[in-house]
């Protein structure tokens, strides 16, 4: 037998009980296998089930709109806008696997496409395979890639990715980093050298760092983003592989538990696979597929 859908199982839950006790535990659990994890999943239950007293609330739309209405609360996001004319560098972040090359490669096209002058940085320089991975997205989007050897100093290739950056009037930088959290005393230390250096270099204002995760992940995805924040501060998070089986409930928890903001979803492979995040058609959306 298939299994059911979040939608499908709140469905199920509303046919078969009105808003008892039972009714709120098993509504817990639902969102705790929806990726919004225990803690948060028990005090938004218990939320829900003091407002459905409070309001006198009952009844699938009553509850269901509730039960949206805090998502909303919990999950916010954020316009990310490169200045004209100014050297503007978005430094993404995230464990190796999550989809960030492929996501640098998105948001490179979609501001090239918006007329902004963008370049890549290719400062995973540990790993042959995402320098190549970046230069081909490069060459295929007609897209410039800065890049060194293999091994070197990846925050001398978002020195010389900027110095590019204003040298031609400005733009965007977009910085495609290593995500080695197996050894994660060196890979902060070494985030935290890149980020020294465009956070010095950048135009005032300009500077934002993006942690790109796995929407299949769960809650090691809030796991990733309590690592990164805590290294260098998160100012946005990208959700890649986002689809109907990911539901997304770590981005709940992210918001609730560290406030970091989401700017985009990642649906495909494809470039233009990439929208902007809606708040609202996201709680939607994990309230109804």
Partial sequence: ???????????????????????????????????????????????????CREEKLSGE??????????????????????EEGKV???????????????????????YSDRGTKVILSASDTFRAAAVDQISMHGDRL???????????????????????????????????????????????????KIDKIARAKADEGCYK???????????????????FNEAVGLDAIVLAKYDSTAKGGCLVTIGRELGIPVAYLCTGEKYDDIQLFNAGEYASAMLQS
């Fill in 142 to 192: 007609c897209i410039r890639v800065v890049r060194h050897q293999m091994g070197s100093d990846p925050g001398a290739v978002v020195f010389d990715a900027i110095d590019a950056c204003r040298a031609q009037g400005g733009g965007l930088v977009i910085a495609d980093t290593a995500g080695r959290l197996q050894n994660k005393e060196n890979l902060v230390n070494e985030l935290k």
């Fill in 209 to 227: 760092k993006i942690l790109v995760i796995d929407a299949t992940t769960g809650q090691n995805a809030v796991r990733q983003a309590e690592v």
């Fill in 61 to 82: 739309q009553a509850i269901m709109a509730q039960l949206r209405q805090d998502f909303l609360s919990s999950v916010k996001g954020i316009s990310l806008e490169p």
């Fill in 88 to 110: 503007n560098v978005y430094m993404l972040l995230g464990v190796n696997g999550v989809g960030k090359t492929t996501s640098a490669a998105k948001l490179a096209k979609l």
């Fill in 1 to 51: 037998m298939a299994k059911m859908s979040f939608a499908e199982r709140l469905r199920s839950l509303f046919g078969g009980k009105g808003s008892d006790d039972d009714f709120f535990d098993e509504l817990t659990d639902i969102l705790i296998e929806a990726d919004v994890g225990a803690k948060n999943a028990v005090e938004i239950v218990d939320s829900l089930q003091k407002k």
